[in-house]
């Protein structure tokens, strides 16, 4: 357990549909992130946000929409999704924003496996 | 941007020590090396975090040169348990107010007996 849960864990959806996962984290922390692993990929940083607030937005198609109504909870909204969105969706929190200068250890859930057909 | 180069899979036995090496040449002044485990399903997980020379903590040795262009991940006394990959980030500060993390491809670690 590391403070961070998502649901739902495992998610299958058609490209017409519209879902929602969900992140909380129970650790007190300034800071939550959603990423993206594909099959043999690495971590693909989408979407950061701190204290509520959207820092960064990685190129994400607009398909994916973002939501963080307060510290503790972080949503990813899909809709009209393509079979090659199909991976593992990981959130994070970090006490604040990571970046340059001392470091913020960054505590993940357990992902949504998303699988579009 | 802080890009970061392992080796794509390890090997090793039950009792050995591993050291996965990373690279990362364009590192900046402020910048951090932190490494984490990832196994299959789940998200990954913080092991260490360095500046610079050596840190050691309970599951892991950091070695970092006096260059911070790599650094030494070092596994003592591997168990099967602890087959899984292991990724090597730096925390780049780019656009905006947030840096931009990178997350190299990882090492997959696989422990025999």
């Known amino acids: 357990e590391t403070g961070v849960t998502q649901t739902p864990r495992h998610l299958v959806m058609g490209m017409t549909n519209k879902k929602s996962l969900k992140c909380e984290q129970h650790?007190?922390?300034?800071?939550m992130y959603w990423y993206k692993q594909s099959a043999k990929k690495p971590l693909e940083l989408m979407f950061v946000y701190s204290l509520e607030e959207r820092v960064e937005n990685n190129s994400v198609p607009s398909r994916f929409s973002p939501e963080c109504p307060n510290s503790s909870h972080l949503f990813l909204h899909l809709h009209t999704l393509q079979p090659e969105d199909s991976a593992l969706y990981l959130c994070?929190?970090?006490?604040?924003?990571?970046?340059?200068?001392?470091?913020?250890?960054?505590?993940f859930g357990p992902g949504t496996r998303l699988t579009v057909l | 941007l802080a890009k970061t180069t392992q080796p794509i899979s390890m090997d090793s036995y039950e009792g050995q020590e591993v050291n996965i090496t990373c690279s990362h040449n364009n590192i900046a002044t402020n910048d951090y090396i932190t490494w984490y485990q990832q196994f299959p399903s789940q998200g990954p997980r913080f092991i260490i975090q360095g500046y610079k020379t050596k840190v050691t903590n309970e599951v892991a040795s950091l070695f970092i040169p006096a260059d911070r262009k790599s650094s030494t991940l070092s596994l003592p006394r591997v168990s099967l348990s602890d087959t899984a990959v292991y990724y090597c980030?730096?925390?780049?500060?780019?656009?905006?107010?947030?840096?931009?993390?990178?997350f190299g491809k990882g090492t997959k670690l696989s422990v025999k007996p």
């Open positions: 994070a929190s970090s006490q604040d924003e990571v970046g340059g200068g001392a470091y913020n250890e960054q505590f």
């Open positions: 650790l007190g922390h300034n800071a």
């Open positions: 980030l730096v925390a780049s500060r780019g656009g905006g107010s947030q840096g931009n993390l990178i």
